[in-house]
Structures are given as structure tokens and as C-alpha cells.
């Protein structure tokens, strides 16, 4: 009986770990975590902001329609939603999206947290904040 070659195991491994059902996973959980946080927009994100944290996010550019948010974010490409003041973004890069935000936003500002989940994980007290000043409208 012959042996399966270890590296064609590897391989195959490796391979359906990066599927494209991988992808499509990913996009549903994170499409259906923003649709169903959509309501009616009490602010408007549009405009450059600045990151506030010690994380390092880099600045953000952000563009709203009616309750829907897009943009970039440093190196993230920006999906969200608004409900009132309440704004839920999905952040993405090379169309997998690695970080769910939840926050508040005022006129001059966008305070909350972070997580690497969809719908996030959040902490009181332990998830890191998320906290971005508004520069230009």
C-alpha cells in the first residue's frame, strides 16, 4: 500500500482552507451583522476623521448615504450602518473583513469599541476602544 505523499496532505489543506466558501462566509456574517443594526441616521460620518487611539488606525474617510457608511479607514476599506446615533462598521481588506466596531457618534466624534467577531464580542472593560475626531466635513 502506498503512502500519501505528507506534502500533497499539506497542500490540500492549505488549499481548502483558503476556499472561496471561506470568503463567502465571511462577507455573509458581516453583511448580515450591518443590515440588521440599519435604522434611521441621526448623524452624518461624511468627511475626513482622525484617529484618537493608541492603536494606531490611521485616518479615516468616510462617506454617508442615507443610514449606509463606506469609505476607507487606514488600511481598511469601511461597510456600516447608522441607527441613530449608533454606528456599526465592518472593516475590510482584500475583500475579507476583519473587524466589527460598535460606537456612538456625535457631531465631532465617533467613540466605541472593537472586535474580531461578527456580530463583535464585546467586553465592557476589556474590548479596546475605538475613538476617531472629526477633522473636516
Known amino acids: 500500500m502506498k503512502r500519501f ?3 500533497l496532505l499539506l497542500a490540500a489543506v492549505l488549499c481548502a482552507c483558503s476556499s472561496p466558501q471561506r470568503y463567502t462566509v465571511n462577507r455573509s456574517g458581516a ?9 434611521v441616521a441621526a448623524v ?3 468627511g475626513k476623521w482622525s484617529d484618537a487611539t493608541e492603536d494606531s488606525w490611521g485616518d479615516a474617510d468616510l462617506m454617508q448615504t442615507g443610514n449606509r457608511v463606506s469609505g476607507n479607514l ?6 456600516g450602518t447608522v441607527s441613530g ?3 456599526n462598521l465592518a472593516l475590510k481588506t482584500d475583500d475579507w473583513y476583519y473587524y466589527s466596531v460598535v460606537a456612538v457618534a456625535s457631531r465631532n466624534a465617533i467613540e466605541g469599541y472593537y472586535s474580531r467577531e461578527f456580530p ?11 475613538r476617531f475626531q472629526r477633522v473636516t466635513r
Open 85 to 87: 446615533v449608533c454606528v
Open 31 to 39: 453583511q448580515t451583522w450591518l443590515d440588521s443594526c440599519a435604522g
Open 44 to 46: 452624518n460620518l461624511t
Open 74 to 79: 487606514g488600511m481598511y476599506e469601511v461597510d
Open 5 to 7: 505523499p505528507l506534502f
Open 120 to 130: 463583535p464580542e464585546l467586553i465592557k472593560g476589556k474590548s479596546p476602544v475605538f
